[in-house]
């Protein structure tokens, strides 16, 4: 127990004291610069893909670990765009997993070392029914809730969660994220 009490105080204490670090006073951070970034995150996802292929499964939802990777372009101190390519392994009703890329929107609430932002996407999504030759592809969507925080002028951990949907012939292929990573801002 005093193991573990010690541990979490160490990380509670390094935490704190990563914003109290010195800086130049000639130099302050700024996390909200213009300039090009890449990131990539792990992700939990729960995911339903039932009712819209034919051979599919009934509803339900299953959870499913998946990777996400993007590059962007931060414009403006509040908004960036984005490619997005993910990836959620094979789940009832679908073979070989969901494939996702597309182009988000990301509005920044803030602009210190702490960036809550809200996020828009639309792409591709491939899926491949059950004993089909070939994947179906249409268009999906993405909203997402998120932040950024800012361990120095180049890396950010991140955290999101969202609600990606698709339609046309993968209609009711549904997944809610909820993603960590960190991202590297050139």
């Known amino acids: 127990m005093t193991r573990t009490a010690f541990a979490l105080g160490s990380l509670i204490a390094l935490c704190l004291s990563l914003p109290a670090q010195a ?14 970034y890449a ?8 995911t339903s893909s039932s009712a819209g292929f034919s051979n ?52 920044y609430l803030a602009e210190d070392r702490v960036q809550p932002y809200l996020l828009v996407g ?15 592809v249409d268009w999906a969507f993405r909203q997402a809730l998120g932040v950024e925080y800012y361990i ?11 609600f990606v949907w698709g339609v046309g012939k993968i209609w009711k292929n549904y997944f809610m994220t909820l993603n960590v990573g960190a991202l590297y801002r050139f």
Do not use: V
Not at 39 to 46: I, K, M, V
């Open 23 to 36: 800086h130049d006073p000639d130099f302050a951070a700024d996390y909200s610069r213009s300039g090009l």
């Open 56 to 107: 599919a499964e009934t509803l339900s939802w299953q959870p499913d670990p998946s990777l996400d990777f993007r590059i962007g372009w931060r414009e403006h101190e509040r908004l960036a765009m984005e490619i997005d390519l993910g990836w959620l392994p094979s789940s009832d009703g679908i073979e070989y997993g969901n494939w996702l890329l597309g182009i988000n929107a990301k509005f």
């Open 152 to 162: 120095d002028h180049h890396w950010a951990l991140t955290a999101e969660t969202g």
């Open 39 to 46: 990131g990539g995150s792990g992700f939990f996802a729960l």
């Open 122 to 136: 639309a792409g591709a999504m491939w899926a491949r029914p059950p004993g089909a030759l070939s994947s179906e």
